[in-house]
């Protein structure tokens, strides 16, 4: 189960806004790069500024309203004709940049080991790879959770609202491990339910 499943509604409260986004000569690439642009910039901007933690109510912000450009984006492409090869390019590689840029001011956060947050950066771009690479071997792009890209924002925009609130305790320092152990939980569902796809498009084959 992922939060992934709940993309239907959520385009449909973003049909209007996206019509509106066609009709101003507004790309799904533009839309793609301009999500990454802004998460990059906040995500250095938390990471080598002085800010103070009530700067980190900004990152679940900006997942909210990043969820928003992802699904316009996709919704550009597929019902208004912006479907490309490149812009297939830029959905894969800047979700990856800018996961690990918002992720990233996460590692000053005392309560979490630096390592940590690496790793999870790390894992959660495998993520994406094994979710994309469906694809090349036959089946559909997976999306399978439990820690997809939705379910990451969730979590992330938690422990922003968090950090900006109050101390975090330290008992929370588990939080990056648990998540490594669900990313690579993750990448076991895409793959096995991707080869699960194959098998089952081609009868007596085996992959």
């Known amino acids: 189960m992922s939060i992934y499943a709940l993309k239907p509604r959520f385009q449909a409260l973003l049909r209007p806004l996206v019509r509106g986004l066609y009709v101003a000569g507004i790309t799904a690439n533009q839309v793609t790069l301009a999500a990454c642009a802004v998460s990059v910039v906040l995500g250095f901007y938390l990471y080598v500024a002085p800010v103070p933690p009530a700067a980190f109510a900004l990152i679940p912000l900006w997942m909210l309203l990043r ?3 992802n699904a316009a984006d996709g919704m550009l492409a597929r019902e208004f004709g912006q479907k490309s090869p490149l812009g297939g390019f830029l959905n894969e590689l800047t ?5 690990a840029a918002l992720y990233l001011p996460f590692a000053l956060v005392l309560t979490f080991e630096p390592l ?3 790793i999870v950066i790390v894992l959660a771009g495998l993520t994406e790879f094994a979710g994309a690479l469906g694809v090349s071997v036959g089946a559909s792009r997976r999306y399978d959770g439990p820690m997809g890209k939705s379910d990451r924002a969730l979590v ?5 609202s968090w950090t900006a609130l109050a101390p975090l305790p330290s008992w929370l320092g588990w939080a990056m491990p648990v998540l490594a152990v669900l990313l690579v939980w993750t990448v076991v569902n895409r793959v096995r339910r991707a080869l699960a796809e194959v098998r089952a498009a081609e009868p007596g084959t085996s992959r």
Request: hydrophobic residues 70%; without cysteine; aromatic residues 18%.
């Open 156 to 160: 992330f925009g938690v422990l922003g």
């Open 116 to 118: 940590w947050v690496g």
């Open 67 to 69: 969820m928003a450009f």
């Open 95 to 99: 979700d990856v940049i800018a996961d």
